[in-house]
């Protein structure tokens, strides 16, 4: 049976997001790769063929269409909201988890799933998403209100002339208050820290490889960067010891902090000093914690001082929550001075050492040069929301000073000068260098 009004209806989500289409408007996008409906959506919303949210967890959540105002009861259930234009064309609309969508690397076939369309008529549509949060009312008056959900969504006739703004990222409608407010009043400060702090903190990965790299050649082992490399005592290979604090990256050996680790599965990070073994920490170690719970009470983000696992999606969203640990690490490399950090992968996840030392200091004669090479690596390798503020720091962190032009940011130094240009919403599209002849 299809879809209808004000019937409660439940699904699954894998991917902590949930989408509404016709698959019959979004075939151009059948070789495209499956994160486009997280990451590239802006031109299916803008042209109203899609419209998503983001639940900013897994699992199983209710959901009823209506026609009508919110009712009294959902209005003080109400946690947050979003407003979409969409274009009915076919008289109907799929309700997806992600698994109908179209893509390379295939799909299921919505029409295949009678039960997942919801018929409604032809025409343009505002549409708002409200996530409700029942358990913040008394006992009573939630079960006077029926059937409860996790969302209301709402169609009204669109009678505007310019459609609701397209977002940068998935709306982030979490059907938890906690949740919402750890999101609106925390994640945009910890987002902009890893802005702010993951180029240098990239550049000085590399630095990190190339400095190993040369020192392996020296001692006669293999020619390959250790980074990412297994663990064992053979080259390229490596070992941490947590309570000297020493990490062996094939011949070289490093005083390295355990900062914590982040478990793939269930998208948690757990802060080493709260370990209950935590007592084979180093003296510096420790001292690590209270330098880490001060960026926390500096910039005002409780997730640099939680005493447990806790889950990263309600500060990240699902969109960087899988590279919380890259996040964590980059921070606080830029924000203490470390020298560099080292992932210690594990089966489900990853654990991160902070290393400083002096035979990774650097002075960069070529700063134009260096931030060509690693602008584009850096966003290849870890999603950053925000590409224009961390071109921007990048710059300042060599001492440079940033020359805006529009859309375009211009750095010079030595003679050399970097050209960045982004799009509305500050994803990098083009990078050029002027540079004299190669060193």
Same mark, same amino acid.
Request: net charge negative.
């Given at each position: 049976?299809?879809?209808?009004?004000?019937?409660?209806?439940?699904?699954?989500?894998?991917?902590?997001?949930?989408?509404? $289409?016709?698959?019959?408007? +979004?075939? #151009?996008? /059948?070789?495209?790769?499956?994160?486009?409906?997280? =990451?590239? %959506?802006? *031109?299916?919303?803008?042209?109203?063929?899609?419209?998503?949210?983001?639940?900013?967890?897994?699992?199983?959540?209710?959901?009823? $269409?209506?026609?009508?105002? +919110?009712? #009294?009861? /959902?209005?003080?259930?109400?946690?947050?909201?979003? =407003?979409? %234009?969409? *274009?009915?064309?076919?008289?109907?609309?799929?309700?997806?988890?992600?698994?109908?969508?179209?893509?390379?690397?295939?799909?299921?076939?919505?029409?295949?799933?009678?039960?997942?369309?919801?018929?409604?008529?032809?025409?343009?549509?505002?549409?708002?998403?409200?996530?409700?949060?029942?358990?913040?009312?008394?006992?009573?008056?939630?079960?006077?209100?029926?059937?409860?959900?996790?969302?209301?969504?709402?169609?009204?006739?669109?009678?505007?002339?310019?459609?609701?703004?397209?977002?940068?990222?998935?709306?982030?409608?979490?059907?938890?208050?906690?949740?919402?407010?750890?999101?609106?009043?925390e994640s945009p400060q910890l987002i902009s820290l890893f802005n702010?702090?993951?180029?240098?903190?990239?550049?000085?990965?590399?630095?990190?490889?190339?400095?190993?790299?040369?020192?392996?050649?020296?001692?006669?082992?293999?020619?390959?960067?250790?980074?990412?490399?297994?663990?064992?005592?053979?080259?390229?290979?490596?070992?941490?010891?947590?309570?000297?604090?020493?990490?062996?990256?094939?011949?070289?050996?490093?005083?390295?902090?355990?900062?914590?680790?982040?478990?793939?599965?269930?998208?948690?990070?757990?802060?080493?000093?709260?370990?209950?073994?935590?007592?084979?920490?180093?003296?510096?170690?420790?001292?690590?914690?209270?330098?880490i719970e001060s960026i926390g009470t500096k910039y005002g983000i409780?997730?640099?001082?939680?005493?447990?696992?806790?889950?990263?999606?309600?500060?990240?969203?699902?969109?960087?929550?899988?590279?919380?640990?890259?996040?964590?690490?980059?921070?606080?490399?830029?924000?203490?001075?470390?020298?560099?950090?080292?992932?210690?992968?594990?089966?489900?996840?990853?654990?991160?050492?902070?290393?400083?030392?002096?035979?990774?200091?650097?002075?960069?004669?070529?700063?134009?040069?260096?931030?060509?090479?690693?602008?584009?690596?850096?966003?290849?390798?870890?999603?950053?929301?925000?590409?224009?503020?961390?071109?921007?720091?990048?710059?300042?962190?060599?001492?440079?000073?940033?020359?805006?032009?529009?859309?375009?940011?211009?750095?010079?130094?030595?003679?050399?000068?970097?050209?960045?240009?982004?799009?509305?919403?500050?994803?990098?599209?083009?990078?050029?260098?002027?540079?004299?002849?190669?060193?």
């Amino acid at each position: 049976m299809a879809l209808v009004m004000e019937q409660l209806y439940q699904l699954n989500t894998e991917v902590g997001a949930f989408f509404f $289409f016709d698959g019959a408007q +979004l075939k #151009d996008r /059948e070789s495209d790769s499956g994160n486009w409906s997280m =990451t590239d %959506f802006h *031109k299916e919303f803008e042209a109203g063929t899609l419209f998503a949210f983001q639940t900013a967890t897994k699992g199983n959540f209710t959901l009823k $269409f209506v026609q009508r105002p +919110l009712s #009294d009861a /959902e209005k003080k259930a109400l946690v947050a909201q979003h =407003t979409f %234009f969409y *274009k009915v064309h076919h008289g109907r609309l799929y309700w997806d988890n992600g698994e109908h969508l179209p893509c390379a690397e295939g799909w299921d076939e919505a029409d295949d799933d009678p039960e997942g369309w919801l018929t409604i008529a032809n025409g343009e549509y505002k549409v708002t998403v409200y996530s409700q949060d029942w358990f913040t009312m008394p006992e009573g008056e939630r079960e006077a209100a029926g059937d409860i959900s996790h969302y209301v969504v709402q169609f009204e006739q669109f009678k505007g002339k310019s459609a609701p703004a397209v977002p940068q990222f998935l709306p982030w409608l979490p059907p938890s208050t906690s949740w919402y407010n750890y999101r609106r009043n925390e994640s945009p400060q910890l987002i902009s820290l890893f802005n702010q702090h993951i180029c240098m903190s990239f550049d000085k990965q590399m630095r990190l490889a190339e400095w190993l790299e040369v020192s392996e050649k020296k001692a006669g082992g293999g020619k390959k960067g250790l980074l990412g490399g297994k663990k064992g005592s053979k080259a390229n290979s490596w070992n941490y010891t947590i309570s000297t604090a020493t990490l062996e990256l094939g011949s070289a050996k490093f005083t390295a902090l355990s900062l914590g680790t982040f478990a793939f599965p269930d998208t948690t990070w757990f802060w080493t000093w709260h370990n209950p073994s935590s007592q084979k920490l180093t003296p510096e170690n420790l001292q690590l914690r209270k330098s880490i719970e001060s960026i926390g009470t500096k910039y005002g983000i409780s997730a640099f001082s939680i005493p447990a696992y806790f889950k990263v999606d309600p500060f990240l969203g699902f969109a960087i929550n899988e590279a919380a640990a890259d996040i964590f690490a980059a921070i606080t490399v830029g924000e203490l001075g470390f020298d560099a950090y080292y992932k210690l992968p594990f089966e489900h996840g990853a654990g991160i050492a902070v290393i400083r030392d002096e035979r990774l200091a650097f002075t960069e004669k070529k700063p134009v040069r260096r931030m060509l090479e690693i602008i584009p690596k850096t966003f290849m390798a870890i999603t950053v929301p925000n590409h224009k503020e961390a071109c921007i720091s990048y710059a300042r962190a060599y001492g440079l000073k940033c020359q805006e032009e529009g859309d375009t940011i211009k750095v010079n130094a030595n003679g050399e000068e970097l050209a960045a240009t982004f799009d509305q919403l500050n994803r990098l599209i083009d990078l050029k260098a002027s540079i004299g002849t190669p060193a």
